[in-house]
């Protein structure tokens, strides 16, 4: 399996972009993907936010497992960290996200209030790395087309302040993902979830690591999907694959048929699976650090 590495020119430019803007900011709100709640968290994120407030919104509910992004929320709240799951494409979702960022702020506007300062923005730092769903949450929340959105990762390329209202005022930055990926895991999963171009992993590499995974966790979403019995299916994956894509009458266009799994995965069509599993303890130590 051939090892998969991204990092775009313009994200080491992002990094020093953002930790400049730091100290204009009062809270820095972290976008990830609920579907992989610690592999879509950029570790550099540690070193460039240091004790800045920091609140963690798991988007794409809606496709994640409800079970384990319940118990992702809990375990990613903590001292001086709030964590919260939506949907940005729900304005249900956007309307509690609002609520809670009121609340998780309303003492920096009560000092302000003490020195008698009134009328004052809280401005929020947005990061995330790419295909999160950074720019439709922004756009969302803001009720204008203010950010660019595109299915595809590394769309912004530039900060811009959005002002929201009297209460909240955003610095959009562009995704930023790390220089290297030290676990391949947390690639694949990354590519698997669209955090990565297309372009820059074999696709029927990590169409067998989304097959092991489902087969482990999800074996239902197989056997209900696809033309293929799920007491039939046994390692190794790649027969799998060959098996898959015969009965999906594709012949050996392996390629193919990887390409449509992973598709299927991504529009939710396999039902709601989290990639990150709760119960493996699998709390990345960079999390343990910020509590």
């Known amino acids: 399996m051939a090892h998969i590495q991204w990092y775009p020119g ?12 730091l100290s204009a900011v009062d809270i820095v709100l972290e976008i990830r993907d609920a579907r992989i709640p610690t592999a879509s968290m950029n570790p550099m994120l540690d070193e460039i936010i240091k004790s800045k407030r920091h609140m963690i919104v798991l988007n794409k509910k809606d496709l994640a497992d409800p079970l384990q992004t319940k118990d992702w929320v809990k375990a990613l709240s903590g001292e001086n960290k709030m964590a919260i799951a939506i949907d940005a494409k729900k304005m249900s979702d956007m309307k509690l996200f609002r609520q809670s960022l009121k609340e998780f702020t309303q003492d920096i506007q009560q000092k302000w209030r003490n020195k008698g300062i009134l ?26 087309k203010k950010a660019q959105v595109g299915n595809k990762p590394g769309v912004t390329k530039g900060q811009q302040w959005i002002k929201i209202d009297k209460d909240f005022e955003l610095l959009d930055t562009p995704g930023i993902l790390w220089p ?38 999800y074996p239902d979403a197989i056997s209900s999907h696809y033309p293929i019995k799920y007491e039939d299916v046994h390692p190794p ?23 449509k799994i992973i598709r299927d995965f991504r529009e939710g069509k396999l039902g709601r699976m989290t990639l990150d599993r709760i119960e493996e303890g699998n709390i990345l130590k960079n999390e343990e650090v910020r509590d």
């Open 10 to 21: 313009h994200m080491a430019k992002a990094k020093k972009e953002v930790q400049s803007q």
């Open 119 to 144: 009328h004052k923005s809280i401005r929020v730092m947005v990061v995330g790395i790419p295909n999160v769903g950074k720019s439709t949450f922004i756009n969302q929340f803001t009720k204008q």
């Open 180 to 217: 290297k990926f030290e676990d391949q895991e947390v690639a694949n999963k990354l590519a698997l979830t669209g955090g990565i171009k297309d372009t820059h992993f074999y696709k029927d590499d990590v169409a067998l690591f989304a097959l092991e995974f489902f087969l482990h966790y």
């Open 237 to 259: 994956y790649p027969e799998l694959l060959m098996d898959l894509t015969k009965s999906m009458g594709m012949l050996e266009d392996y390629d193919r048929a990887a390409d």
